[in-house]
């Protein structure tokens, strides 16, 4: 099993900042931390920030410039610094992984049950 956990959510005004962080942990041979999405009200959850397969970075160009994707291997943790935030960046946000249990095994994604941001005008 794996278990998904993202933390540092809150209440914030416009223009603030918070540190979003997912941590995972269970028994699994090997993980990747995948990205970051979230979902507003009466909206599709949607991209906000990933690794990609070539390790690079990528962002939706509504945050692009504003947040910030890193991951500490080691630790098994993946950060979202939330930078000069706006109330449209209200939303649920939720961080995603793949893991495998053995070698050679299938990669399964998996989900934390995400972190509220509230962004006050």
């Known amino acids: 099993q794996v278990s998904v956990r993202e933390s540092g959510g809150g209440l914030v005004q416009a223009g603030g900042s918070l540190r979003l962080a997912c941590s995972f942990s269970?028994?699994?041979?090997?993980?990747?931390?995948m990205g970051w999405y979230r979902q507003a009200p009466g909206k599709q959850r949607e991209l906000v920030a990933e690794f990609t397969s070539g390790g690079t970075t990528n962002y939706a160009d509504s945050v692009k410039g504003r947040f910030t994707i890193s991951r500490e291997n080691g630790r098994n943790t993946m950060y979202l610094q939330l930078n000069s935030l706006k109330p449209e960046d209200t939303a649920v946000y939720y961080c995603?992984?793949?893991?495998?249990?053995?070698?050679?095994?299938?990669?399964?994604?998996?989900w934390g049950q995400g972190t509220q941001v509230t962004v006050s005008s």
């Open positions: 995603n992984a793949q893991a495998t249990m053995t070698w050679g095994g299938s990669w399964n994604s998996y």
């Open positions: 269970g028994s699994f041979l090997s993980i990747r931390p």
